[in-house]
C-alpha cells in the first residue's frame, strides 16, 4: 500500500487542492491519482491497479465524511473524473509488460490529461461564446466557472447583460456578479423567487453543470432544475456548459437517486438546508457546450461510450 493512502496524506492532499477555486474538482482528484502513481511500491499492473482504485474509495469516502471541503458542490465530478482517469490507466497497463515503464508512462500521459481537462475550459468558451447574442441578456445560475470563462470570451466581441439568480442557500450569485462586473457586463442580481420573473426579460439561461449523466441530464446547484423548468415554460433555451470530465455514468430518473448529495446549510439562511444540487432531466435542456463539441442531450450516451471505449 502506498505511503499515501496508509498515514492520510492523500486525504490531506486532496483536500488542499479543493481550496484552489481555480482547480476544477475532477482534476483535484486526478493529481491526487498521479501522486499515488508516483508513490507507489507496488510491483504488479494489478497491485497498482487495487491501489488506485482504493485511492479513489479513499476521495470519494473523504467527499462523503467532509463534505463542508466540497463548498456546496458534490462528489459526482470526482466519481467522474477518477473513473475516467482509472479507464485511461487501464489501457496503458494492456500496453506494457515492465511496471516501471509502465509507472512512467502512466505519470507522463496522467499530467498530459490532467493538463488537457484544465484547458477545456478554454475550448468550450471559444466554441460556446457565439451563442451569446450582441444585446442579449442572459439569466445565469450557479458559479460556474466554465460559464464565466465563457460569457468572458463573449464580452471581447458583445455587449450583454447578465440576471444573476441570488443561489441560495449558498448565495453564489453574489460573487458571481462580482467577477461579470469585471467583465463591464450590466448585472442583475435576482432573488431565486423571483426567477419566473425575470424568466420574461431573458433572451437564454446558462448554467454549468457538477455532472453529465448518461441520458444527457445534468446534475448541477440546486435550483437549477427550477429555472430550467421556467425557461421551458416560457420557450427560453437553456445551455449547459461542462467539461467532458464531467460526463458521468450515472441515471438518474428522479431527486431520489441523488444519495451522493449531502443537506447544504446556510447561516445566512437562518439555518434553512437545501440538497446541494438537484437533477435537471434532458427535456429541459437545448444544448450542452462541451469541449467535444456542441451536443444535444440525445448525443451525450455515444460520447459516453466513445470515452470509456
Do not use: W
Not at 443537506?263 to 434532458?282: F, I, L
Amino acid at each position: 500500500m502506498s505511503a499515501l493512502l496508509a498515514d492520510g496524506r492523500l486525504e490531506a492532499e486532496f483536500e488542499k487542492l479543493l481550496k484552489d477555486d481555480a482547480l476544477a474538482i475532477p482534476v483535484a482528484a486526478i493529481q491526487c491519482l498521479l501522486a499515488v502513481i508516483e508513490h507507489s511500491a507496488s510491483k504488479t499492473m494489478m497491485e497498482l491497479d487495487e491501489e488506485l482504485r482504493g485511492a479513489q474509495r479513499a476521495l470519494l469516502a473523504f467527499c462523503a465524511a467532509r463534505p463542508e471541503c466540497l463548498r456546496g458542490r458534490t462528489a459526482i465530478s470526482v466519481r467522474s473524473g477518477s473513473e475516467l482517469f482509472l479507464r485511461h490507466a487501464t489501457r496503458t497497463f494492456l500496453e506494457f509488460e515492465d511496471i516501471d515503464a509502465c509507472r512512467r508512462t502512466l505519470l507522463e500521459r496522467g499530467s498530459h490529461f490532467a493538463a488537457a481537462s484544465e484547458t477545456s475550459r478554454a475550448a468550450i468558451a471559444e466554441k460556446g461564446h457565439t451563442f451569446v447574442r450582441d444585446g442579449a441578456t442572459v439569466l445565469v445560475h450557479g458559479a460556474s466557472r466554465v460559464v464565466l470563462a465563457l460569457l468572458a470570451r463573449a464580452a471581447e466581441a458583445r455587449d450583454f447583460a447578465v440576471l444573476v439568480t441570488e443561489g441560495r442557500p449558498g448565495g453564489a450569485g453574489a460573487a458571481v456578479a462580482t467577477e461579470l462586473a469585471k467583465l463591464g457586463a450590466p448585472c442583475t442580481v435576482v432573488a431565486d423567487a423571483a426567477v419566473a420573473s425575470a424568466m420574461e426579460r431573458a433572451d437564454l439561461v446558462l448554467v454549468g453543470a457538477e455532472g453529465v449523466v448518461e441520458n444527457g441530464g445534468v446534475v448541477n446547484q440546486v435550483g437549477t432544475l427550477t429555472v430550467a423548468t421556467c425557461a421551458k415554460a416560457m420557450r427560453k433555451p437553456l445551455y449547459v456548459a461542462a467539461e467532458s470530465f464531467k460526463f458521468a455514468r450515472l441515471f438518474p430518473l428522479s431527486q431520489r437517486d441523488l444519495p451522493e448529495t449531502a443537506d447544504y446549510v446556510s447561516r445566512a439562511n437562518g439555518g434553512a438546508a437545501a440538497p446541494a444540487c438537484d437533477y435537471t432531466p434532458p427535456h429541459f435542456i437545448s444544448l450542452l457546450l462541451t469541449d467535444l463539441g456542441v451536443l444535444t442531450p440525445a448525443a451525450v450516451s455515444d460520447e459516453l461510450i466513445s470515452l470509456y471505449q
